[in-house]
């Protein structure tokens, strides 16, 4: 199947800093990525769909300025956590469809990002 | 809003144990439905999916069939492995919605050898 790569799968960061996370199609085209936030032992909280070349769309309660996205191209989509605090420490994970198959085929999944802020 | 519930964990089961995980959903259209997993430490994998009613989605021994009538996307396999121990989502998609996959809260399973 098709290959979503995320990096780095574990990053420790200080109080105040920001990280950039990075999601990569790396066999496919992706219009669209999304990225999910996943808390110990709960299920994945949709953040935001990162769409290329425009604005992401982010659900509701997520902070646009905490969580940046930028898509700018068919296979990279990056989440950066600015100013980190000790509660965004976390799993993030991010997925993509590939843009030249239907609506509604499986989504690809990558390895997810282990964030502790310390 | 579109939703997804499945029965809490986490689940425990001997070996050769025949396993069922519901799933029921809520949905204004006609969804795709999924079911996923996540080994420990890893990312989610497509376990399988089913596009329209009474479809059956099947892979590595598993089934689920999608069931319009009662909004169900209920998980079976008839004899679990130690290997299968993992958590299982359970997930829908729905046309015309950005592709959004919602996803149930994940039932965590152990497979006692």
């Known amino acids: 199947g098709a290959v979503v790569s995320q990096h780095p799968s574990r990053v420790i960061c200080k109080s105040g800093t920001s990280v950039k996370i990075e999601c990569r199609s790396l066999?496919?085209?992706?219009?669209?990525m999304f990225w999910y936030r996943q808390f110990p032992k709960q299920s994945l909280m949709l953040m935001a769909t990162?769409?290329?070349?425009?604005?992401?769309?982010?659900e509701q309660g997520v902070e646009k300025d905490k969580f940046l996205i930028n898509h700018a191209s068919l296979t990279l989509s990056t989440l950066t956590v600015t100013s980190a605090h000790p509660e965004d420490s976390s799993f993030y994970i991010c997925?993509?469809?590939?843009?030249?198959?239907?609506?509604?085929?499986?989504?690809?999944f990558g390895q997810g990002t282990r964030l502790t802020v310390v | 809003g579109d939703s997804v519930t499945q029965m809490e964990g986490p689940v425990t089961l001997s070996e050769e144990a025949f396993l069922t995980i519901n799933c029921t959903y809520t949905?204004?259209?006609?969804?795709?439905l999924f079911w996923y997993v996540q080994y420990p430490g890893e990312g989610l994998q497509l376990l399988l999916k089913a596009t329209k009613a009474d479809d059956k989605g099947s892979n590595k021994g598993f089934e689920a069939t999608y069931r319009k009538e009662t909004t169900s996307f209920h998980l079976e396999k008839g004899s679990v492995q130690v290997s299968d121990s993992a958590v299982y989502f359970c997930?829908?998609?729905?046309?015309?919605?950005?592709?959004?996959?919602?996803f149930g809260k994940g039932t965590r399973l152990h497979i006692l050898p």
């Open positions: 949905a204004t259209g006609y969804p795709s």
């Open positions: 990162s769409n290329e070349g425009s604005k992401a769309t982010y």
């Open positions: 997930a829908l998609s729905e046309r015309g919605r950005d592709d959004k996959i919602i």
């Open positions: 997925s993509a469809r590939d843009s030249a198959r239907s609506m509604n085929t499986e989504a690809f």
């Open positions: 066999d496919f085209q992706a219009t669209t």
